[in-house]
């Protein structure tokens, strides 16, 4: 076997307008994990689609296990025994997990060893054969997993399990995983940190996406840092600290920690009695006995993704009706207005997902901003539009909060992840509000957006407004709420200072471990 | 740099313009001696060489004139249109291609399409008469394109546009024959906004199936379609019920003076006052050209003015581009779907009452040749604006009217109209669907790259920073990986 897995030398890649990698050298080891740390932009994906051929190189070459290879197609890159498993899985819900894995390489009941392709697709499926696989696999990784069971009753966790196991019923033995922690739970991120090192122990190559610093510094061997499309450098993991990495990535000294000044919270602002709000399936997503959010106090809700937080979420904020119970906005009941009403009372709510809720991602950045005053003055005069007022405005706003565009009628589809979302914070923070409803308001931005969210967040706090955050990073929680509340399968487990938890107390709950972490 | 830029892009685009023009009538006496005898049989019935060069001079010179308009109209630097497809030269480019498709058709019959193509044109403006037939013909198809394009804003599939057409020109009908002893100032507005009343009736029913069960706008409106053609049809169907029984057909009594919709020549709107539109008016005698054209003209500035001027435009689009956004905005998507149905189904009744208070006189049964799937094919190769609109009523328009020359003077089967009709909107919607498939993938890969370009080639504010303004980008960047590697190595 050969030392090197894979080389690129002098890799270069254009978009429109864009220098994406810019003469990009690196050698990755075999049989190592290869770390690739840079914040969102500055590169990764971009290389590791040309290595997985979803891009085409413009200079400079690829060496596979040292021979130079012209990868112009995914299928190109699965013969060379190299498989990729997306931030985003691949998967179809309604089949099963052995159904999934044999998904393109299929067995069929056949007699005949070479039959036209037609035929083949027509002759029946030889599941049984394809499960035996699954098991297979699964035992000699180490990757436990039904293979009956439905995609959509499995976990997140498990989920990836499959489209890993994918990637190793198509023989190969380079993996690449694009950001794969940021769906997982602590517990599920360890466990997926042991499959890796059982894949590594095995001899297969593993380059690990990443923006996150500690858990590259767990599971990696190598590290390159990529920034602004340029490599910055690559360091072994003994000489690497959490530091020398971030200021890597940022290209400055970054603040881990956010400082917080004390602020005494007073009244409830917010009050959530016996609170049951169902899901688009009609199955109880939130059943929550009572919590409440005071003035200048940032409560954190943490908690895995998909155990109540969004209908939660969206039952304040109007856009989810609630089944039963009571929502008090300042004393007033608010669980049966709708989101205009809300917003009227003062409630501002930077939503969850911000392509699907927070953007319309076609209307010019300008249209996005009002969205929401838009039917109000100063934007609109009677029945028509004001143009200039919301030029204006638009105007104001992109200064002032650093959203990085060339006009105001630019589409939002047009900007990058963090300056989308800068946009829903300028506009939910220019409303005049009293409770800010921040869900997961940083994810999948980079260190210098989020760096910015969070100060905007501590400034709320301080003019004496009060934020329900609601996140599923822990860190995030952690450095920027008073009060924490753990929220698992729709219901609070358990609700205290932040200072009160510690951090492993606070991933176990969110697994639902209520006994133990009591106990500890 | 901005200024310059623009300027820059109007020059390129105003040189590409002037050359289409150029290549179209640079020889103009050689273009007439090939092309347009006075007497139409002397054109000669196969192929020449000549005709070919001259196809393929108006099909360089409209896509010229595309790319050249579409350089102009490109507003924003950044703003780049979908995959560089852009609106004015996707249609351009259909027609080009439908031309040349239906030339390639009309060969293979051994027909000259020269000869077909500039019948087309003589039987669809040759004179006043067939400008006005042209006209006759534009008037509902704008009115159905507006109403399909404007239900498509909201994200609404309205293919009832036929059936809401159907109704509003049956109940002006009726206002038009019996109600009696009107002005014509009221009488005729009267029959009007019967006619969309019972247009925005017709709509109403899907549009509230729609947003109370969620029923699919499509499957609802082509009933109506056939439940409105059937019922209306019955209803004239017997002297017992309201069919004229002086005559054979299925149709109502004939409309008083007083509701129809003047011709252009008869009468003017400021009568008594000396108008410069005078001239205008005058070649048109004795021809069919009516005011409705003004009225459908109108209609497409005030939708214009609905969808991009108003509040409530704005929130039909949000509910039509992201109705998840709508909803978090505080935008009832229920509210906007029926309301936009309303004005959808109004604007399809005004075309129907149009076409029977200037045309026909009285409601006939099955009168409609498909004015409202006509309009279909108009929102689509209009892209839903509403001058998009206006331009390509005119083109199907023109196609219909002019297809009766082929039919006359020529051999060429007039179908050929509907070939090229169909085949403009497949070129149209052919590169839309192919967009909506790719586009989602395009933007989930370019989502990575996407902050290089917007945080540092275009922020003006990162360039001021630096105290040299002209500083090459490049530069800097490279400058702040030098920091990078500087920290590297402490």
Redesign the interface.
Known sequence: MSEIAVEFVNVSKTFPGVLANDRISLQIKSGTIHGLLGENGAGKTTLMNLLYGLYIVDEGSILVREKEVVISEPNHAINLGIGMIHQHFMLVETLTVAENVMLGVEHTKSFLTKIPSLLKSLSPLDLDKAIEEVEDLSGKYGLKVNPNALISDISVGVQQRVEILKVLKRGANILILDEPTAVLTPQESDDLFKTLNTLKKQGNTIIFISHKLEETMKICDRVTVLRRGKLVGTISIEEATPIILAKMMVGRDVVLRVEKPEVSSGQPVLEVKDLIVKDDRKLIAVNIAKFEVNSSEILGIAGVQGNGQTELVEAITGIRKSEDGEIKFNGKRISHLNSRKVRELGIAHIPENRQKHGLVLDFTIADNLILGSHYKKPFLQKVFRDEREIEKYSTILIDEFDIRTPSVFTKARNLSGGNQQKVIVARELSRDFELLVAAQPTRGLDIGVIEYIHKQLINIREQGKSVLLVSSELEEIFSLSDRIAVIYEGKIVAIGKATEFSEEQLGLLMAGKQLEAMEG | MTRINLNYRKIVGLFLISISILILFIRESWLRASLIPMNLTVLVPYVTLVDLVLLLRILIALMLLGTGLSIITL??????KTEGLDLITLGLAAISLSILVGAILMITLSQNPMKGYYLMLRGAIGNENRLATTVTKVTPLILTGLSVAIAFRCGLFNIGAEGQLVLGAFIAALVGVYITGLPWFLHLPLCLIAGATAGAAAAFIPAYLKAKVGAHEVVTTIMMNGIIGAVTAWFVSSELILKDPNTMASQTYHISKSAQIPLIWEKTPFEGIEFPIEFLRFPFKGTTFHYGLLIAIGLAIVVY?IVW????G??L??VG??P?????????AKRSIIITMLISGALAGIGGAIEILAIHYRFIAYFSPGYGFDGIAVAVLGQNTAIGVLISALLFGGLASGGIFIDIFSDIPKEIVWVLQALVVLFVSAPMIIQRIKLPKV?????????????????P??INFNQNRNVDI?KE??N??F???S??GS
Do not use: C, H, W
């Not at chain 2, 507003?75 to 780049?80: C, M």
């Not at chain 2, 001027?309 to 409530?312: E, G, H, I, P």
């Open positions: 507003k924003f630097r950044g703003e780049k003015i001027k108003t509040s409530l704005y929130e689009r949000t581009l992201n998840d956004a709508a909803n978090y905005g505080g935008i009832s933007i989930g890969r370019r989502k990575e790259m996407l902050p290089l370009s917007t945080n540092e080639i275009s922020n504010k990162k490049q960047k490279s702040m990986v920091e990078g590697d920290n590297n």
